[in-house]
């Protein structure tokens, strides 16, 4: 008697359909939002598997660095052509028992390198949208910068910091940190040595 009584509305057409042209337009519906969920983590598999070799590649290159000075020029040479960041900057807030050429001391006069000093945890990096002064402050630049990305540098105590920045939206809050989080270990373990006194 209900099926009788039944008056299923097509979707689209507004016209009455069978139950059965209803549940068959509802399964095509879910094939096709599946597809596209099937092909959306295709392509996330399929990116983070080139950022895996970029970082295995990073990864080799470091380790096999001779020296502090050797070290941070790969950082810097990877991080511009392997990764292509625009803007980078390595900064420390003690004072490193060697002096290298890229790693600079940031002081602790204005009040945005003193949050940027207590607010970091080692292994977790952070990305986002910073501050004009903050970037000036960072890359010693004037030219504008839409997001950064902020690599933890110390193992248990932070000691300073990887900035990178780039003009377009990359860095955004959402970014997932894996393999950030891989890089500044790797970093972190490379060049604690010459912080030593801070631990």
Same mark, same amino acid.
């Given at each position: 008697? +209900?099926?009788?009584?039944?008056? *299923? @509305? $097509? @979707? ?7 139950? /059965? ?20 983590? +295709? &392509? ?22 001779? %020296? ?6 790969? *950082? ?11 803007? *980078? ?6 004072? =490193? ?27 977790? =990096? ?13 890359? $010693? ?8 990305? +902020?690599? =933890? ?8 910091? /990887? ?8 860095? &955004? @809050?959402? /970014?997932? %940190? ?15 040595? +010459? ?5």
């Amino acid at each position: 008697d +209900l099926l009788d009584e039944l008056s *299923i @509305p $097509h @979707p689209k057409t507004g016209k009455t359909v069978s139950l /059965l042209e209803r549940q068959v337009f509802q399964l095509r519906e879910q094939r096709d939002a599946l597809k596209v969920e099937v092909d959306t983590l +295709l &392509n996330i598999a399929g990116e983070n598997g080139q950022l895996f070799l970029k970082v295995q590649s990073f990864t080799k290159a470091l380790m096999g660095t001779q %020296t502090e000075q050797a070290a941070l020029d790969c *950082i810097y040479e990877h991080m511009t052509t392997l990764f292509e960041v625009e803007h *980078i900057a390595m900064v420390s807030w003690d004072v =490193p028992s060697k002096c290298l050429h890229g790693l600079s001391q940031l002081g602790v006069s204005q009040t945005w390198s003193e949050t940027l000093k207590t607010s970091l945890e080692a292994n977790k =990096p952070v990305c986002g949208f910073l501050e004009n002064e903050w970037q000036k402050g960072l890359f $010693h630049t004037q030219e504008s910068m839409k997001s950064v990305c +902020l690599l =933890p540098l110390g193992l248990g105590n932070v000691w300073g910091v /990887l900035a990178l920045g780039s003009q377009t939206a990359r860095f &955004n @809050p959402d /970014l997932g %940190t894996y393999f950030l989080t891989m890089m500044s270990e790797l970093i972190s373990a490379k060049l604690n040595h +010459l912080f030593k006194h801070v631990d």
